[in-house]
C-alpha cells in the first residue's frame, strides 16, 4: 500500500504563482510514477502531469505546457507541482497519483495509477 498526502493547495490571483505537494509513505520506490490530476466543479477528472520513476522524464497537459513544473525528490519520497501564471480555468481540487509500473506515454489515463491521493483545492480568483 502507498498512501498519498496532498499539501500546498489555496487561493491566489491570477498571474500568480503557487505550489502544491505529495508526500507519499507506505510501500514507495524510486521507480514509482508519479502523477497530477485535476477535477474542477462540474467537469470530470483531467490529467495535469506526470514524471517517471527513474529517468524523471516528464508529461505535461497541453494547457499547462509552459506555466506548470512537476518535480520529485526520491530521497524525500515527494513530488511537487509548481504553478505559474495561473488562470481561473485552472481552479480545481488537484490530486497526487502513484503508478507501480507505467510508461510516460500513457501518462494521461487515470487507469495506469493505483493509488491516488484525497486532493487540494486550488482557487485561482479574478
Known amino acids: 500500500q502507498v498512501q498519498l498526502v496532498e499539501s500546498g493547495g489555496g487561493l491566489v490571483q491570477v498571474g500568480g504563482s503557487l505550489t502544491v505537494s505529495c508526500a507519499a509513505s507506505?510501500?514507495?520506490?524510486?521507480?514509482?510514477?508519479l502523477g497530477w490530476f485535476r477535477q474542477a466543479p462540474g467537469k470530470g477528472r483531467e490529467f495535469v502531469a506526470a514524471?517517471?520513476?527513474?529517468?524523471?522524464?516528464?508529461s505535461y497537459a497541453e494547457s499547462v505546457k509552459g506555466r506548470f513544473t512537476i518535480s520529485r525528490d526520491n530521497a524525500k519520497n515527494t513530488v511537487s507541482l509548481q504553478m505559474n501564471s495561473l488562470k481561473p480555468e485552472d481552479t480545481a481540487v488537484y490530486y497526487c497519483?502513484?503508478?507501480?509500473?507505467?510508461?510516460?506515454?500513457?501518462?494521461?489515463?487515470?487507469?495506469?495509477?493505483?493509488?491516488w491521493g484525497q486532493g487540494t483545492q486550488v482557487t485561482v480568483s479574478s
Open positions: 507506505g510501500r514507495t520506490s524510486s521507480g514509482t510514477a
Open positions: 497519483a502513484a503508478a507501480r509500473a507505467m510508461r510516460l506515454a500513457r501518462a494521461q489515463f487515470e487507469s495506469e495509477y493505483d493509488y
Open positions: 514524471i517517471s520513476g527513474s529517468s524523471f522524464s516528464t
